[in-house]
């Protein structure tokens, strides 16, 4: 298994009280905001949306488009270090800060995370089992994917897409040629469509001097593409297949030579298999009830691997599951009364200062603590009310 070289020197210790940089505004550059302030240091946020949830928080911010070269030098100088809250980040972006600064995660593992295409065939060559694919530019392409995988099968935008956005199942020729119109023209990939029992994340964490620190492997479930539930620890017959989970994430993060935090997507098939579906190489909305129910957030682990200093314990201390909340459960403008979450002794309300709430824009999120994960995921359910 042969490793990405890093050919500069990326042994930089940043102590607290030193400024770290964020490239993205969204809702995890303000809870990593938010855990960096706690350890003392100043974050200043490189974003192109004026009044982001983490420019709220953060003690500068910088509004300007990623591809904005003399823009991008400007933040470089005024931090230390620089991580991410989205991987689509443009790569100019991430080439021109780090003449300047260290930026974790780099270069070579953005580039892999962005294209699913060179991404699945990276972790393949690495000898990680991933779920089957085939690129697709032509409807000949299209044809040969289905004499390989099989219908179903689904095609997505090799980059850029997210929450089911950029994919299409289809089931037949004429589904594949359609999807290939709506796509298109830029290329494609193909991947068999997994009868899977289960949807699971690890997210793990490496930094610089090569410490790596797993979380045990989270359960996942969605709706309309979009994460709905995530509950902690594994349950049932799923025990089994975490300790394999936690030696793929690892396996990953160090073939990568990561310098940050990934979270990895596996599914789970009837015969306890598993197969990597996604990466995403920063904190997860998975990992959001790590805040509560960890001994280290996903949040402050991400700033201690960027930083290179020591990581946290990333051991449960209380059995948990999150829901998110979504701008469905908002009336217009009107949010909903939290008098009934805020009421219960083990429910944590997270609620990101979005202004405007829409169909399928994720406004929050609710975590639960309990002694059972089953139980926490009850609660969770019934307080959110939907």
């Not at 979504?326 to 403008?333: E, R």
């Amino acid at each position: 298994m042969t490793s990405f070289r890093v050919t500069s020197d990326r042994n930089k210790v940043v102590l607290p009280g030193g400024t770290i940089g964020v490239f993205g505004g969204g809702q995890l550059g303000r809870m990593f905001c938010q855990a960096a302030q706690r350890l003392g240091y100043q974050v200043v946020v490189y974003t192109d949306e004026a009044e982001s949830p983490a420019a709220q928080v953060a003690a500068q911010s910088i509004v300007a488009d990623y591809r904005d070269v003399d823009s991008v030098k400007s933040f470089a100088k005024r931090i230390d270090v620089a991580t991410l809250e989205f991987e689509n980040i443009p790569l100019i972006a991430v080439e021109t800060a780090q003449e300047f600064v260290p930026i974790r995660p780099g270069h070579q593992v953005l580039a892999v995370a962005q294209n699913r295409l060179k991404e699945k065939s990276t972790l393949r060559d690495f000898g990680f089992p991933v779920t089957p694919f085939h690129e697709v530019r032509s409807y000949s392409d299209v044809l040969s994917a289905a004499g390989l995988l099989g219908w179903p099968m689904v095609i997505k935008t090799a980059s850029g897409g997210y929450d089911g956005k950029g994919q299409r199942k289809v089931s037949n020729a004429t589904q594949g040629n359609d999807a290939l119109e709506l796509l298109g023209p830029e290329p494609l990939i193909a991947e068999k469509w997994i009868e899977y029992v289960a949807e699971v994340s690890v997210l793990v964490a490496r930094n610089p001097a090569g410490q790596v620190e797993a979380y045990p492997m989270f359960t996942n479930s969605h709706r309309n593409h979009i994460l709905d539930l995530t509950t902690v620890p594994a349950i049932g017959e799923l025990c089994h297949v975490q300790a394999k989970a936690l030696e793929i994430a690892k396996g990953i993060a160090e073939s990568l030579m990561l310098e940050g935090l990934v979270c990895v997507e596996m599914f789970v098939d009837k015969d306890g298999a598993l197969m990597v579906n996604e990466l995403a190489p920063r904190p997860h909305n998975s990992g959001h009830l790590t805040i509560e129910a960890c001994a280290v957030s996903q949040f402050e682990q991400q700033v201690r691997a960027v930083c290179n200093l020591p990581l946290g314990d990333a051991s449960v201390c209380r059995q948990a599951a999150m829901v998110n909340l979504l701008g469905d459960l908002w009336t217009g403008d009107k949010a909903p009364d939290w008098t009934k979450v805020l009421a219960h002794r083990d429910a944590h309300l997270h609620l990101y200062g979005k202004a405007q709430a829409r169909s399928g824009r994720k406004m929050g999120h609710l975590t639960v603590l309990a002694d059972s994960a089953l139980e926490a995921a009850r609660l969770a359910i019934e307080l959110r009310g939907q």
